[in-house]
């Protein structure tokens, strides 16, 4: 694990951006891991940049998303597919077909979860998977105390974690329910970049660079 500190929220997105688009230029069709969040959105926006300035050209990527929401629509505003079309997919040049979000309102939540396994073995493995990390060590919607050999699953959402997403709600309630890859699937990653910025996330870093591998700190599993 190679721990890099920076000097505020734009220096650690630079550093994030330049490490993707490294890995993109030395394989065109990478496949990529993408979380949501607060946290990614200045990445992304410098990846977006590259990509206006000719410095980034996305039409071999795919990607595959953490999570979303279930019972929302890849249409609603609050979706994660919502989220990435906005700060990064409608800006470059990535296709369609080879974006992958997990179905919120699948009818079969659970043959959704094993569809969307199926589709990340069938690209290949994913080359680089970018992370959050949430106050409470959850990655992905893997919350504290998910089994690490965990695969993409439906997840109960903890009080903690929809009081915190609830802020980006446009309206009613954060669902109680999310489908997510798991931190088995997370951790068959070739490479994996997390990002942390702000005091409340310090703790969950401390957690998980130095404190004791645990399931009540999902990314400890990263040591």
Not at 27 to 32: F, N, R
Not at 37 to 65: C, M, W
Not at 155 to 165: D, F, P, Q, V
């Amino acid at each position: 694990m190679k721990v890099i500190i920076t000097k505020n929220y734009d220096e650690m997105s630079a550093t994030a951006a330049r490490f993707v688009l490294a890995h993109l230029w030395r394989k065109p069709d990478l496949v990529l891991g993408l979380p949501t969040g607060e946290t990614p959105i200045g990445a992304y926006e410098r990846l977006v940049q590259a990509h206006k300035k000719g410095r980034a050209d996305f039409s071999r990527v795919t990607t595959f998303n953490l999570d979303e929401y279930a019972g929302l629509s890849e249409n609603d505003v609050d979706s994660f597919h919502h989220f990435m079309d906005h700060h990064l997919f409608n800006h470059t040049n990535i296709k369609k077909k080879n974006i992958y979000l997990p179905n919120g309102r699948a009818r079969d939540r659970n043959a959704e979860c094993e569809q969307y396994e199926a589709e990340i073995r069938d690209a290949g493995r994913i080359d680089l998977q970018v992370l959050g990390i949430a106050p409470n060590g959850h990655i992905g919607f893997n919350e504290p105390g998910t089994p690490f050999a965990a695969r993409t699953h439906v997840a109960t959402l903890s009080e903690h974690t929809r009081k915190k997403n609830a802020k980006h709600f446009s309206g009613g309630e954060v669902p109680s329910q999310a489908i997510t890859m798991g931190l088995g699937t997370i951790m068959e990653a070739k490479k994996i970049l997390l990002l942390a910025g702000g005091a409340a996330k310090a703790d969950a870093v401390v957690a998980t660079v130095e404190g004791r591998v645990n399931k009540e700190v999902p990314a400890s599993l990263l040591q």
